[in-house]
Nanobody, 124 residues
Framework: QVQLVESGGGLVQAGGSLRLSCAVS????????MGWFRQAPGKEREFVAS????????LYADSVKGRFTISRDNAKNTVYLQMNSLKPEDTAVYYC?????????????????WGQGTHVTVSS
C-alpha cells in the first residue's frame, strides 16, 4: 500500500505562484515514477507533469510547459510541482500519483495510487 498526501494548494491571483508538495509513504519511493494531474469542475482528470524515478526525465502537458516544474527529493520521499505565471484556467484540484514503474508517463490509467488532492484557485 502507498499513501500520498498533497499540500500547498490555495488561492492565488493570476500571475502568481504556488508550490505543491506530495509526501509518499508505505513503499520505496526512489525507484518509481510520479505524476501530477488535475481536475477542474465538470471536466475530466488531465495530465499535468510526470517525473522518472531518478528525476532525469520529465514530461509536461503543453498547457503548462514553461510555467510548471516537477521535481523530486528521494531522500524526503516527496515530489513537488512549482507553478509559476498561474492563470485562471489552472484552477482545479491537483492530484499526485505513483506508478509501479520507473519511467514517466502521461496516462492516468498507468498510475496505481493517488492522493486525495489539493485545491488550487487562481483569481483573475
Amino acid at each position: 500500500q502507498v499513501q500520498l498526501v498533497e499540500s500547498g494548494g490555495g488561492l492565488v491571483q493570476a500571475g502568481g505562484s504556488l508550490r505543491l508538495s506530495c509526501a509518499v509513504s508505505g513503499r520505496t519511493f526512489s525507484g518509481y515514477a510520479m505524476g501530477w494531474f488535475r481536475q477542474a469542475p465538470g471536466k475530466e482528470r488531465e495530465f499535468v507533469a510526470s517525473i522518472s524515478w531518478s528525476g532525469g526525465r520529465t514530461l509536461y502537458a503543453d498547457s503548462v510547459k514553461g510555467r510548471f516544474t516537477i521535481s523530486r527529493d528521494n531522500a524526503k520521499n516527496t515530489v513537488y510541482l512549482q507553478m509559476n505565471s498561474l492563470k485562471p484556467e489552472d484552477t482545479a484540484v491537483y492530484y499526485c500519483a505513483w506508478r509501479r514503474a520507473s519511467y514517466a508517463n502521461t496516462a492516468p490509467r498507468e498510475y496505481d495510487y493517488w492522493g486525495q488532492g489539493t485545491h488550487v484557485t487562481v483569481s483573475s
